[in-house]
């Protein structure tokens, strides 16, 4: 595992009674406000320093007698975001009581079958109304299944349930009229033998069922192996992604210089007319890709110690799992419950899109119109999806966060026990509510920018460029905000895994921490998110690869590249499942680290982190000489 265990440390935690009322005490700021850090110092020190290393914050620069270190994770919690919780209680209770008006007013059937112009719905009993302005409606449609809609020399529409498509198309239970442009289609098909398409694909994967399971499997132990490589090879992995890198900008480069030359040396001996020369474009695309090289070099050059960081920090991830493996079973349960999420919002869509007032239009047809609070439900049903899906992703994030941390400020790896589900429970008990704060706020922004979305679509009939522009720039505008928002919301879900604070307190200390490490985040997040990307091409690749060699030996196969689209699809689910949980994983060990930075120096009060961690912190020769020197059991 390569931590060292501290048990000199860890004793003198328990300390004197007077020792532990001071940590209450201090484990208790948590929940009303912790204080800024002293200038210049930050979460880690080290925003100034042009050194790679963290100077830690010690009893001499503080200004306090030297103590043990204590223990940074807070096991003694109380409630966090109570408010917030209720109100998303109470929009749950609230999205209940817009469903249930929209179940009464509407039929789903309305929607999946259609009704003709006396809104009896095809295929269906409809029950009559009271009222005799509706007195054609409530007849059995029961053998007419099927809705035609036809349009006659006025103009005017008519809907009539059908028992059969005579000469038509039937497409979602609608009897469509062949025009033009379908039949044109149709002659297409036919022309590429694709009339049967859909009987053929459903023959394939019925006898390639399984070479798909294998292929899933293969999935599965390409991602595996990824993460193992990301524990031991991690140092290879990223220093190949960097040359690759550099050596694609640099050829780049090169290629569009030279092909700047070869034009200009064209136009020169009169080989390229002038009005079809592109020299002046070659030229600027040459000057644009030089500069992004220069940029990159020097970003490279000067981030060279800190990606030494990043590489450190993929090894402890991949530590952390080999010690809590049913870390990688997080994104399963999480995605499963945001897919019964999205299936459950169509539901409730199809719903809200049939309910409506019964009226008689102008052309005694009958119809249904929304008022203003199936409007709002519509509205309502967009945003609790949003709300509900980043709540569950939220919730990961804690469970993962909370494990981490225990596993990060525990000495004795040995006796680590249940870390997952300790999280979970911690989560439970105690930061739901936090969890409903951040999911409320980016639900908000979610909502907005759909909104927004809406407008443009509305007003793409007026040719106005000036509200256009407006609007585009609001979407932008926002689009960013959103990313920054996430980013920032999954780092104050890591202090408040840490130390059990609300979400505005925990949104403070990770910003003081980002912020204070700005340029060892940027590495992080552009070295390890390409890696981690790098990692899901690798998997669907190799799949893909393997599903080719599979289907080759597989006779009567009519498209054998469709199974191989889906293998690679379930490819990609598979390795974002397990590879994108490294991220959280990586972001946690790094605000830990910067926790335990700050809190301890490793020499009066020892270090949490492990050897190849200290090698980052400016005084690590003295902690590490200072480690080597205490008793054997203290290391074992």
């Excluded at 997952?420 to 439970?428: A, D, E, H, I």
């Amino acid at each position: 595992m390569e931590m060292v265990s501290m048990e000199s440390g860890a004793s003198a935690t328990a300390g004197t009674p007077q020792e532990g009322q001071d940590q209450k005490e201090k484990f208790a700021g948590c929940f009303q406000g912790l204080p800024s850090p002293s200038p210049g110092m930050g979460c880690c020190g080290c925003s100034d320093e042009p050194s790679s290393k963290v100077e830690p914050r010690t009893p001499e620069n503080e200004g306090m007698p030297p103590r043990h270190s204590e223990q940074i994770f807070v096991t003694d919690r109380s409630c966090t975001d109570i408010l917030t919780l209720i109100i998303l209680i109470a929009l749950v209770a609230g999205f209940g009581f817009l469903m249930s008006n929209a179940v009464k007013k509407g039929d789903i059937y309305r929607v999946i079958n259609g009704y003709d112009d006396c809104a009896n719905v095809c295929g269906r009993v409809t029950q009559p109304e009271t009222n005799p302005e509706f007195k054609c409606k409530g007849a059995d449609k029961t053998k007419q299944r099927y809705l035609l809609m036809t349009v006659d020399m006025d103009g005017l529409k008519s809907r009539e349930c059908v028992s059969n498509c005579t000469d038509q198309i039937l497409f979602l239970n609608r009897c469509v009229t062949r025009n033009h442009f379908s039949e044109t289609a149709n002659s297409v098909i036919k022309k590429l033998g694709l009339e049967n398409f859909y009987k053929e694909i459903s023959w394939d994967l019925s006898v390639a069922w399984r070479e798909m399971v294998y292929l899933l499997l293969i999935a599965l132990a390409i991602s595996l192996g990824i993460l193992i490589a990301f524990r031991y090879m991690v140092q290879w992995i990223v220093y190949i992604v960097l040359i690759g890198v550099n050596l694609a900008c640099i050829g780049g480069s090169g290629y569009l210089w030279y092909a700047w030359y070869k034009e200009k040396k064209g136009v020169e001996a009169h080989e390229i007319p002038e009005e079809d020369s592109s020299e002046e474009a070659m030229l600027v695309y040459a000057i644009l890709m030089s500069i992004v090289t220069v940029i990159i070099l020097l970003i490279v050059l000067v981030m060279r110690k800190r990606i030494a960081l990043v590489i450190q920090l993929f090894r402890e991830a991949g530590k952390a799992v080999y010690a809590m493996p049913v870390l990688l079973l997080q994104p399963i349960y999480t995605y499963l419950l945001i897919g019964f999420t999205v299936c459950a919002w169509i539901y409730c869509m199809l719903w809200i899109e049939s309910a409506g007032n019964i009226y008689l239009n102008r052309k005694n047809r009958i119809h249904y119109r929304k008022d203003t609070l199936l409007i709002a439900t519509r509205w309502y049903n967009l945003f609790f999806f949003f709300v509900t899906c980043e709540f569950l992703l939220g919730c990961q994030h804690v469970v993962v966060a909370c494990a981490v941390a225990r596993w990060f400020f525990t000495r004795d790896k040995k006796r680590l026990s249940l870390a997952v589900t300790r999280g979970f429970c911690y989560l439970v008990r105690y930061h739901l509510g936090t969890v409903a704060f951040g999911a409320l706020v980016i639900g908000i922004i979610r909502l907005v920018r759909a909104m927004i979305s809406f407008v443009q679509n509305r007003l793409k009939r007026y040719d106005n460029d000036c509200v256009r522009g407006i609007l585009w720039c609001c979407q932008c505008c926002l689009w960013c905000f959103e990313c920054a928002l996430k980013f920032l919301t999954r780092n104050a879900y890591i202090e408040t895994a840490i130390y059990g604070c609300n979400f505005c307190t925990g949104g403070k200390k990770a910003f003081q921490a980002l912020s204070n490490n700005i340029l060892r985040v940027a590495a992080i997040n552009s070295v390890g998110d390409t890696v981690l990307f790098l990692g899901k091409v690798l998997v669907v690749t190799l799949t893909v690869v393997s599903g080719i060699y599979l289907m080759q030996k597989k006779e009567g196969l009519h498209h054998p590249w469709v199974p191989i689209v889906l293998a690679g699809v379930f490819a990609f689910l598979v390795a974002h499942c397990f590879i994108s949980i490294y991220e959280m994983i990586i972001d946690s060990i790094f605000i830990c680290f910067c926790e335990d930075c700050q809190k301890n120096d490793g020499i009066s009060r020892p270090y949490y982190m492990s050897r190849g961690l200290m090698e980052f912190v400016e005084n690590s020769k003295k902690a590490l000489q200072h480690l080597d020197q205490q008793p054997v059991s203290a290391h074992s």
